[in-house]
């Protein structure tokens, strides 16, 4: 997802429904759902612990984030390759520019404030780790719709977010069925994931041409794009089509207007919003 100016991505102040065993994030019938973009990042710095607990506050179930590697091979949370936007980079590691992830230990990284761009009440906060991230999840009873970001910058990652939700334990029967599903704007890495882990729900971002659905209907179970790309051709075809698991495929959009997302969801037939 592009980078959000600080403090305006909108999330709807609406408790969702956990999901169902053996559905994707919406639990059947009823609104559309929402899903916390970079955490509740209208109130808490995006992509930190402080956004899962306020999208948590706010009754929101469902998380989203995005997954990057460090130059010693240890998965973070943040959106941007590079770190000056979201954290004070350019005042601890001046002379390390343009400070990418890539680039930086998962120790040094640890170093920076990523709340103070935010907000003075939020100074201190951390870049977390996927590891600390999926803790603070399984303590607030969450779902994690998670992003793979810039795959082509971190061979292998897919292999990585595996190991780590394997280890973390959300790769269980219970973690599987309802609270996890794994996305990327990649193609090839959505069918990496898929063929690593073929009981977990994966997603692809963007809108495919109508040609290339019934190929990516194989190895993704939803289909997510920018909320401007939809049509009601293009939904009512991904709509036909059924995923890996036998199911219909979903639609999560994303890219939507302050407090029109679930409106319009709703008008179009879609599942819910990344919002």
């Known amino acids: 997802m592009k980078p959000a100016a600080?403090?305006?991505?909108?999330?709807?102040?609406?408790?969702?429904?956990l999901s169902a065993p053996g559905t994707g994030p919406r639990a059947g019938a009823g609104a559309p759902l929402v899903i916390?973009?970079?955490?509740?990042?209208r109130y808490a710095p995006e992509n930190t612990l402080a956004a899962v607990d306020a999208a948590y506050d706010r009754g929101l179930t469902w998380v989203e984030n995005d997954v990057q590697r460090t130059k010693d091979g240890q998965l973070v949370v943040l959106h941007d390759t590079t770190l000056e936007?979201?954290?004070?980079?350019?005042?601890?590691?001046?002379?390390?520019a343009p400070w990418r992830v890539r680039d930086f230990t998962a120790a040094e990284i640890s170093r920076l404030d990523a709340?103070?761009?935010?907000?003075?009440?939020?100074?201190?906060?951390?870049?977390?780790?996927?590891?600390?991230?999926l803790r603070r999840l399984d303590?607030?009873?969450?779902r994690l719709l998670l992003e793979i970001k810039s795959p082509k910058s971190y061979p292998g990652i897919e292999a990585g977010v595996v190991r780590e939700l394997r280890r973390r334990g959300w790769l269980d029967r219970a973690h599987v069925r309802s609270r996890?599903?794994?996305?990327s704007?990649?193609?090839?890495?959505?069918?990496?994931?898929?063929?690593?882990?073929?009981?977990?729900?994966?997603?692809?971002?963007?809108?495919?041409?109508?040609?290339?659905l019934a190929r990516y209907a194989r190895f993704a179970d939803e289909i997510n794009p920018r909320m401007s790309a939809l049509s009601s051709r293009w939904i009512k075809a991904v709509h036909r089509l059924r995923g890996p698991h036998g199911r219909p495929l979903e639609v999560y959009a994303w890219g939507v207007g302050k407090n029109t997302g679930v409106r319009e969801a709703r008008a179009r037939g879609i599942e819910g919003v990344i919002t």
Request: proline share 7%; with cysteine; hydrophobic share 40%.
């Open 180 to 183: 996890l599903v794994v996305q």
């Open 185 to 212: 704007f990649c193609v090839k890495c959505v069918k990496a994931v898929h063929g690593l882990v073929p009981q977990v729900r994966t997603g692809i971002l963007g809108s495919p041409r109508l040609a290339e």
């Open 36 to 41: 916390a973009h970079r955490g509740a990042s």
């Open 6 to 17: 600080a403090g305006v991505a909108f999330i709807a102040m609406a408790t969702v429904p």
């Open 85 to 96: 936007r979201t954290t004070d980079v350019e005042k601890i590691f001046p002379g390390r």
């Open 139 to 142: 303590h607030n009873d969450q």
């Open 115 to 133: 709340g103070s761009w935010f907000g003075p009440r939020f100074a201190g906060e951390r870049v977390p780790t996927l590891a600390d991230y």
